[in-house]
């Protein structure tokens, strides 16, 4: 029961990543598939439930959840994934 009662302080500040917050229209943030990372789209939607699709036909991935990132880091990424394809 000692250690219940202990008062170590643990300094969980170092583990934790430092997080930037900041608000963006919907025009800035582009969703893409969880799977390949290529843009994903709006398959069906209802009331209660969108379902998206991958656009990139070879990986056929539709789910309700597709990953969103800003259109600046995302166009980042596909020139670093174009250099490493080159290279």
Known sequence: MAFINS???DDFEEDIPDVKIKRSSTRDILKVCPVCFSPA???NATI???IFA???EDCGWS???AIEV???DYNDFFEKQKESEQN
């Open 48 to 50: 209660f439930m969108v």
């Open 7 to 9: 008062f170590e302080e």
């Open 41 to 43: 789209k709006i398959e």
């Open 70 to 72: 800003f259109q600046d």
């Open 63 to 65: 789910g309700p959840i």
């Open 54 to 56: 991958c656009t990139k």
